[in-house]
């Protein structure tokens, strides 16, 4: 796949990772596309309840914090088979908080919308993730994208975002120590299967290319769905217009 055009090799940066690549190969290859980072700091004790109690939260300056993340997925393929343009494409929707696991840090989702049905079932099946299936579109309008999800997944309880955001600044990179750096650059995820058993997957990309964003939020429910509410403050806002990711696959940590 190196001379598909707009290739970036994800592996020309590694030094940036807070530890080492794992082992083994990955096995999934996603780019994703026009991320909003929209977050919100919010009382710890609020969300204690909604993670397992193996893991601790993660926090920045003693606030734990709420992300919605709005974007878009091509090139979605298992390793050593070409992307389908049907099945690869999509746009997904994430609801999510930071926690730590024996020593290292990451995401982890309550819910992750997504408008291919057959992602949400494989994601469902073989990554124990939240996913949701949702009636979803991801338009760009200049250098603003137009972006509305609504959930539409059987027996669950529903959950809408509409809302249109843009880029207002240069390309930077987050200095380490800085909010924008601590809420961005996470390098696996945290998970648990219905029986309460932990696993944890590991993800590979270059440094995020953020900028700062201006965004107007019109609908906005999906946290409520989980049972969490967002403060009535402007939301932290940054926003990556393209990057290249590498998934492996999930292991059992307790």
Known sequence: ?????????????VAHRPYPLPRGPWVMAQTWHDLLFAHWPVDEAQLRALIPSELELDTFDGRAWIGIVPFRMSGVRVRF??????????????????????????????????ARKLAVDVARSWFHLPYFHARMSCTSSGEAIEYASKRIHRNAKG???????????????????????????????????????????DIHHAPWPLQRAQARIDTCTLARAHDIELPALTPHLLF???LAVRIWPLTREQ
């Not at 380490?176 to 944890?200: K, M, N, Q, V």
């Open 1 to 13: 796949m190196s001379n598909a055009p707009g290739f970036v090799d994800p592996f020309r940066e």
């Open 81 to 114: 088979t070409p992307a389908l343009p049907w099945i690869g494409a999509f746009p997904e929707l994430n609801l999510r908080t930071y926690v730590k696991f024996r020593g290292k840090s990451g995401v982890w989702f309550f819910a992750l919308e997504a």
């Open 159 to 201: 959950a809408e975002f509409i809302g249109k955001y843009a880029p207002i600044a240069p390309v930077e990179r987050a200095p380490p120590g800085s909010l924008e750096h601590w809420l961005t650059e996470r390098y696996c995820l945290f998970a648990a299967d219905r029986r309460g058993a932990i696993y944890r997957g």
């Open 240 to 242: 990556a217009r393209r």
